[in-house]
């Protein structure tokens, strides 16, 4: 039996005015018969199914823009590459310590050490030689090993620091000196087609994983002693300034590089013989840890090219609104506050992050990783142990997360709060690699730069030069606002079902007001209403006149 108006509960007849007033597509079919069976149900079901998938998508939306509000844009226009610097280039052998030198400074140790009171360190100088090897773990590769326990690494310690007055030695200075001269190995090179000096144009520097040369180098000395920094000052300020301007051939560098004798070579860990380049902004620290650049394995006996292609990045003044989280870099003063100097870089960054995580974990910082004169605890021979330890915190990783221990996984995530710069220049390379055709004239070559070069000792040349003419520019623009955000909204809604925000209103409305007032109405009626009243809406609205005229005759 159908159920009679006047007998329809109210909260259905709410629904019925609902779905008969309401601004939403798709609500009205609900109201209708269909001679199709579940067609209703069918119909609800798409429209739920629309419902949850829209608000799905705008979830979505609101959780990017939350992460990053700020949308990258390319710029049009084409920047012309003499407005980039052009990096420095770092030339390292894989002899990290030369033989040669490395027995005459055992010598000196050893005469020093039998003409004092000191424990005998080694038997011969050739022990002695074999010893100092020890200095070339400070660059801490993840594959080395312990060479000599913690009494053997005291004694030596002593005796250094007797050969040097008890005034404190230098790891990265003693390394310095073990290490084959830029003379030696990059021998020649042509800068805008013309011959220079290479000795004046390359500063033999310390870097974190070796002593390489450095070409166009801008960074100021890291020595501990002020006149060691003061001189490597000096001689950086004496090196002639190189300005690149375009791809012509003749605005490349080209060096020719030469490998030390194969008798020269020590027993330090390598894992090959090729020469390495490190390619770093000019103001860095090379360090081959954090580099974006990586490092570049120049085999003996070829000839490589790099094309360095650079693209300019700036971000808009509306950018500084967004936190540095958010919008995931630095501006130069944020950067500057950061470090609390006024040079910032990502690489700079990490690099004073590995300094403090060191400096956590032993209480003073591997010489050849710290790149700057600050005032640190240097780690001594006898800090080595303990430095070898970090390294395999620092280093270490495991594919199984939960089964790194508490230590590991605070190493790996201390650093999150360095950033790239807002506002630079980022630079990418490739490698064009051809042989250096081998001669075996006792002569050598006979024309080119290799001219009169033989091949006794292993040959390489590198050549330098921007890749093309013009950059690209991208900007950084503050586009996704609240506004933007709410126009998507908009459209999904619309787009879907005719939905807006009136629509959020009128569903509110319903379920607040009405609703509310529907309750209030059943919990005060105590006895059943007359007849009279059964078709009288709540809220005392309007009867149609129909209905009136039937309360009447019934009465």
């Given at each position: ?25 798709g ?24 419902v ?11 959780q ?79 594959f ?8 053997e690494l ?51 520097r ?10 166009n ?29 375009s ?71 509306e ?40 400096m ?6 591997s ?46 995530r ?27 004239n ?18 390489a ?31 999904i809604l ?62």
């Open positions: 039996m159908p159920l009679r108006v006047d007998d329809e509960p109210q909260y259905r007849r709410l629904f019925r005015e609902f779905l008969r007033q309401s601004y939403i597509n609500l009205h079919p609900l109201l209708y018969r269909s001679p199709v069976r579940y067609a209703k149900t069918l119909w609800l079901a798409l429209l739920t199914a629309i949850i998938y829209t608000h799905i998508v705008i979830v979505n939306l609101t990017e823009y939350l992460v990053q509000p700020t949308e990258i844009h390319l710029a049009p226009d084409l920047v012309h590459v003499a407005n980039s610097p052009f990096p420095a280039v770092g030339v390292c052998t894989a002899n990290k310590i030369s033989r040669r030198l490395l027995r005459d400074y055992a010598v000196k140790l050893y005469h020093h050490q039998s003409n004092s009171t000191l424990q005998a360190v080694a038997l011969n100088v050739d022990d002695m030689a074999d010893r100092l090897l020890v200095l070339a773990q400070f660059y801490l590769n993840p080395e090993t312990d060479r000599w326990n913690a009494t005291e004694l030596l310690h002593r005796l250094l620091s007797s050969y040097y007055n008890n005034v404190g030695y230098s790891v990265r200075d003693i390394l310095r000196r073990l290490s084959p001269d830029c003379g030696e190995l990059v021998i020649r090179g042509i800068v805008f087609g013309l011959p220079v000096n290479t000795s004046q144009m390359f500063l033999k310390p870097t974190s994983s070796n002593v390489c040369c450095i070409f180098y801008r960074r100021t000395s890291y020595s501990r002693f002020a006149d060691q920094r003061a001189k490597d000052d000096a001689e950086m300020k004496a090196v002639p300034k190189v300005v690149f301007e791809n012509s051939i003749l605005n490349s560098v080209q060096f020719v590089l030469q490998d030390t004798p194969a008798d020269d070579f020590t027993n330090t860990l390598r894992t090959n013989n090729a020469f390495q380049l490190t390619i770093f902004p000019q103001e860095d620290y090379a360090t081959v840890q954090s580099t974006s650049l990586g490092e570049i394995l120049v085999d003996h006996n070829t000839i490589v090219e790099i094309p360095i292609q650079p693209m300019f990045f700036s971000s808009s003044e950018v500084r609104s967004v936190p540095p989280q958010k919008r995931r870099c630095y501006y130069p003063e944020e950067g500057s506050r950061l470090l609390n100097q006024s040079y910032y870089s990502l690489d700079e960054c990490l690099l004073l992050c590995r300094i403090k995580s060191m956590d974990h032993c209480g003073c910082v010489p050849p990783m710290v790149g700057s004169s600050i005032n640190l605890a240097y780690c001594m021979l006898p800090d080595l142990p303990c430095l070898l330890r970090w390294k395999s915190i620092w280093y270490g990783y495991n594919e199984f997360s939960y089964l790194q221990n508490k230590e590991e996984q605070v190493a790996q201390q650093c999150e709060h360095c950033l790239p710069t807002c506002n630079g220049v980022s630079l990418s390379i490739t490698t064009n690699v051809a042989p250096l055709r081998l001669t075996y006792s002569t050598g070559y006979f024309t080119g730069l290799l001219k009169g070069l033989t091949n006794e000792r292993p040959l040349i590198i050549k330098l030069f921007f890749k093309l003419r013009f950059a690209q520019a991208t900007k950084s623009q503050l586009v996704s606002t609240w506004v933007v955000l709410l126009n998507r909204f908009g459209g619309s787009l879907m079902y005719g939905f807006s925000i009136v629509s959020y209103i009128e569903i509110l409305y319903y379920l607040t007001g009405k609703w509310f007032v529907y309750i209030c109405r059943s919990l005060k009626e105590t006895k059943p209403r007359k007849r009279s009243r059964a078709y009288s809406l709540y809220w005392h609205e309007l009867m149609p006149k129909g209905l009136k005229i039937m309360s009447r005759i019934r009465n």
